[in-house]
Nanobody
Framework: QVQLVESGGGLVQAGGSLRLSCAAS???????MGWFRQAPGKEREFVAA????????YYANSVKGRFTISRDNAKNTVYLQMNSLKPEDTAAYYC?????????????????WGQGTQVTVSS
């Protein structure tokens, strides 16, 4: 089992920045890690993913150029730096771990999930 705990969410004005963290514990393994988000009344959507080495990253078009995913394997932590935030970025953000060593952008491809952290961007 892998336990994931997100932190760093909050309320920020449009144009501001936040950094989300996801601490992993338990049975950690080489895998892709991802961030997803879900706004009220909408489906959970892919935000970003990163390979074990950190050398491969993937982003949704809606966040490309504004968000950066990174990881520190020594700390078993994945980060999501969010800059130039927009009101449409408001959502609950979830960290996820994928056992397979291949990238994935669908929530069904991820095996473990955190409880989520709320990000609210005011206009």
């Amino acid at each position: 089992q892998v336990q994931l705990v997100e932190s760093g969410g909050g309320l920020v004005q449009a144009g501001g920045s936040l950094r989300l963290s996801c601490a992993a514990s338990g049975r950690t393994f080489s895998s892709y890690m991802g961030w997803f988000r879900q706004a009220p009344g909408k489906e959970r959507e892919f935000v970003a993913a990163i390979s074990w080495s950190g050398s491969n990253t993937y982003y949704a078009n809606s966040v490309k150029g504004r968000f950066t995913i990174s990881r520190d394997n020594a700390k078993n932590t994945v980060y999501l730096q969010m800059n130039s935030l927009k009101p449409e970025d408001t959502a609950a953000y979830y960290c996820a771990a994928r056992a397979a060593p291949f990238p994935g952008s669908s929530s069904s491809e991820y095996d473990y999930w955190g409880q989520g952290t709320q990000v609210t961007v005011s206009s």
